[in-house]
């Protein structure tokens, strides 16, 4: 009954209207109320204590390290290096937007902030090339979402404080997935490129790739500070989050010098937007974080799927499938704060790594981020392209099934994840 009680409180405030975050304060309240534990003192308690996290530190520095990257040029000249690496074979301008997803996936970790930037300065130039306009926004849109899987993600820093699981661990886990999602969506891009009569530009000469990695390689350094660091115990990954903002921030001014003070305090002022409402998030989901423990949520879910426990492949893909339908009607950091506090004690009931089950959980919650009707990446870049979202869904759709297939792999085949990610946290 508790459950039908938080979900049905929950789903309906979302129908109605209510934003998340209030919406989670609600669905808290209404528990609150059955469990006879109505209190005020303690839901504000909650809230605070909620966003009282020092893991989560990380978030704000993360996402001001993105912004920074974006307004500095740290982006463009990602780009520019991939264009002058892949630009000039057949299909092209795609295999530069999936190689400069990938690689900056690993400078920011978000995926709206990286779409946005490959759909602003890729996009047109591919469109002028003569690629299909909604294909090439749904290859972007799917290059996007490698973003919230490679280190470092924002998502995992959000998955291991709501479920506590080590987000070192998290972050080192992703590696593999996150490559292998670029490696399926280059071959979907291939099957599809090879029929387009488009003339790719000339090949960049040798002097024009060193230049382009000259320019690029204050960028490409920062990922490697950032895992090292990591798996040196160096650092944390809230400490990790403030050097790449830093490091971002002196490279941006100094380097590159095009992060003027204006620009600064625009970079600043959208990094605490975005932040807010994360954290908004995050205090509101606490309170039913909390009441989930006091219910014992875990514990009925882990009744009901009682049958499925002894077959952790099964459990896997039905907890799977339900992700992919929550994620169609919501954004990927409720998702997380929502189900992953109540999912995780069930896996590890059945005996599967909560670091493994992570990376899966995060995986399908990014391919909600390209899937109708919410789709956030797919109205970034509807907004961007200034296109109408369902020409972006026609043209996402061959590179969600192969993303959604190595999902797949990964369920069936657990050792993709778990062997390199054992080599790679020693």
């Known amino acids: 009954m508790t459950i039908v009680i938080f979900v049905g409180a929950l789903l309906g405030a979302i129908a109605l209207g209510i934003p998340v975050a209030y919406a989670l304060l609600l669905a808290g309240v209404a528990l609150m109320a059955h469990l006879d534990l109505l209190d005020a003192q303690i839901l504000a308690q909650n809230v605070l204590e909620g966003a009282n996290s020092f893991p989560l530190l990380a978030v704000p520095f993360f996402m001001l390290a993105g912004e920074i990257m974006n307004a500095g040029g740290l982006s463009r000249r990602i780009i520019d290096f991939a264009m002058a690496l892949v630009g000039h074979v057949r299909g092209g301008l795609g295999f ?14 978000s995926a709206v902030a990286d ?12 469109v002028k090339a003569g690629h299909a306009r909604e294909r090439s926004a749904g290859l972007i849109a799917s290059a996007g979402i490698i973003a919230p899987v490679i280190p470092p993600s924002i998502p995992f820093v959000i998955f291991g404080v709501a479920a506590n699981v080590s987000i070192g661990r998290l972050f080192m886990a992703g590696i593999v997935p996150g490559v292998l999602m670029g490696v399926a969506i280059a071959l979907v891009w291939w099957w599809v490129a090879r029929r387009e009569a488009v003339t790719p530009p000339a090949r960049a000469s040798m002097a024009e790739v060193v230049r382009a990695a000259r ?37 941006a001014t100094l ?14 002022a959208a990094a605490a937007r975005t932040t ?73 009931a059945a005996g599967i790594d909560p670091v493994y089950f992570g990376v899966l959980f995060v995986m399908m919650g990014s391919i909600g981020l390209v ?20 020409h972006v869904v026609r043209g996402v759709w061959p590179f969600l099934l192969a993303q959604l297939l190595v999902l797949l792999l990964l369920v069936l085949f657990p050792a993709l994840v778990m062997v390199p990610y054992r080599w790679f946290y020693g």
């Open 96 to 109: 530069v937007t999936i190689v400069a997803a990938v690689l900056l996936a690993s400078l920011s970790g």
């Open 255 to 268: 380097v590159y010098r095009e992060l003027t003070w204006h620009k600064l305090l625009e970079t600043f």
């Open 371 to 390: 899937t109708p009707p919410v789709g956030t990446v797919l109205n970034v870049v509807a907004g961007v392209g200034r296109m109408k979202i369902q």
């Open 215 to 251: 320019q690029a390689v204050w960028a490409l350094v920062l990922p490697f500070i950032v895992l090292v660091g990591l798996k040196a115990g160096v650092f944390t990954p809230t400490e990790a989050a403030v050097v790449a903002a830093v490091y971002a921030l002196l490279v």
């Open 115 to 126: 779409t946005a930037a490959l759909a602003a300065l890729l996009l047109p130039m591919m």
């Open 276 to 348: 807010a409402v994360i954290m908004f998030l995050v205090a509101a989901a606490a309170v039913g974080a909390w009441l989930i423990t006091v219910a014992n949520l875990p514990g009925q879910l882990i009744e009901w799927l009682q049958p499925l426990m002894d077959r952790p492949t099964l459990l896997l893909l039905a907890i799977l499938g339900m992700l992919f339908l929550v994620g169609m009607a919501m954004d990927l950091t409720p998702t997380i704060l929502i189900l992953a506090p109540v999912l995780v004690p069930v896996v590890q």
